[in-house]
């Protein structure tokens, strides 16, 4: 059995990005109010009342903020519902955004779905991305990276830089595409020349991985700090590994450690990660499985799914918590979920072995196939095996 070494990069979402236009005429507004011009939400709310989209638009989006006036999420989609009557594209994205995320409304992702194709079908790029993205995670729907693919595209024919990031994430790992780190890395070009700053510590990742690119950690370390100077953490955790491996750099545990740190604190999984592996090892800090834990779960609560399977890890063995093959057994199957490489194959162990489940050979060969699908070594050598 085996805990995760590595870590994919994450796609995008353009929920919150998508209403820039908004929030910045939103924003202008209260500095207005800030200089003693009441007048100025006075004849805002006096157009929205009258029926103005734009303006029900903008006075949702104060509600949704809470830069005026108190946060309120049901008065934000009243006015929503009001400007996407209207045909208002931002505000029907922005309906879809509320039930994906359950503000003001019950969670439900099919509603999200419904709004977002509607924005979609409206022409609004972040809609399509948010689309997408849904079909890719399989909410409200089965995953479906065919139509993740479709919507992204969509998305990225407007130039929309999270779309084309994630249009690039799926050449990049061959998620219902064919696999093309080339053209990845021509797409991850695009959104960085727009600014993206998850696009460039992908960049970056191309570089550190060597995929659609010579393998070049000089180069890798300047597309991360230029993601980092731009607030990405996962870019600063990346930094890290980059320390912790000496990998174009001389190997430095205690910046690497300080790196692992800085993201974890700003709330990045893959930092919390990395600072759990730390500890799990014992490199730059005293060895502690109870403090890997702790960091694993603050990863694994946001979704990362190589901290569920390291979690999952300590309970197989039995570090820092007593061992319990049930417990790491949920918690492979969790991160096996979302595909994770090393889950599908600890899935398919804990079948062949009978631990905490029957034993199904069956089933031990489905999970190893998914694994070796994946990349897993271990997986394809028992594969590679049983078809002999």
Excluded: C
Aim: aromatic share 12%.
């Amino acid at each position: 059995m085996a805990f995760a070494l590595l870590v994919a990069l994450q796609l995008a979402t353009a929920s919150a990005a998508a209403f820039a236009a908004t929030a910045e005429d939103a924003d202008a507004l209260a500095q207005r109010v800030a200089k003693r011009e009441p007048a100025a939400i006075a004849q805002l709310l006096e157009q929205a009342r009258a029926g103005d989209a734009e303006a029900e638009l903008r006075v949702a989006w104060l509600y949704y903020q809470g830069q005026i006036v108190e946060r309120n999420f049901a008065l934000a989609l009243e006015w929503l519902r009001k400007a996407a009557a209207r045909g208002q594209p931002q505000a029907m994205n922005l309906i879809g955004h509320l039930y994906q995320e359950g503000l003001g409304v019950p969670q439900d992702y099919g509603q999200a779905r419904l709004w977002y194709r509607q924005a979609a079908e409206a022409g609004l790029a972040a809609a399509a991305n948010n689309l997408g993205w849904l079909y890719f995670k399989g909410y409200g729907s089965g995953k479906s990276p065919a139509l993740a693919k479709e919507w992204f595209e969509r998305a990225a024919d407007k130039e929309l830089p999270a779309a084309l990031y994630n249009l690039g994430y799926l050449y990049a790992g061959g998620i219902g595409v064919v696999r093309n780190p080339q053209h990845a890395l021509e797409l991850y070009r695009q959104a960085a020349d727009r600014a993206y700053a998850p696009a460039l510590r992908a960049i970056g990742w191309q570089y550190q991985t060597g995929q659609g690119v010579a393998r070049d950690y000089a180069e890798a370390k300047n597309w991360y700090e230029k993601a980092a100077a731009r607030g990405e953490l996962e870019a600063v955790a990346l930094l890290g590994q980059l320390y912790q491996q000496g990998l174009g750099v001389p190997r430095d545990l205690d910046a690497a450690r300080a790196h692992y740190e800085q993201a974890a604190a700003g709330g990045d999984p893959v930092g919390q990660l990395f600072l759990g592996w730390l500890y799990q090892q014992g490199l730059g800090v005293a060895q502690s499985y109870t403090t890997a834990l702790e960091w694993y779960r603050k990863s694994a609560e946001q979704g990362n799914a190589t901290a569920q399977n390291d979690i999952g890890y300590l309970y197989n063995e039995g570090l820092g918590v007593p061992r319990d093959y049930k417990q790491a057994f949920a918690w492979y199957l969790k991160a096996a979920g979302q595909d994770e490489p090393t889950a599908l194959f600890n899935v398919g162990y804990m079948y062949e072995e009978g631990r905490s489940v029957a034993r199904n050979l069956d089933e031990a060969f489905r999970y190893y196939q998914k694994a070796a699908e994946r990349g897993n070594q271990e997986a394809r050598r028992i594969i590679g095996k049983a078809v002999r």
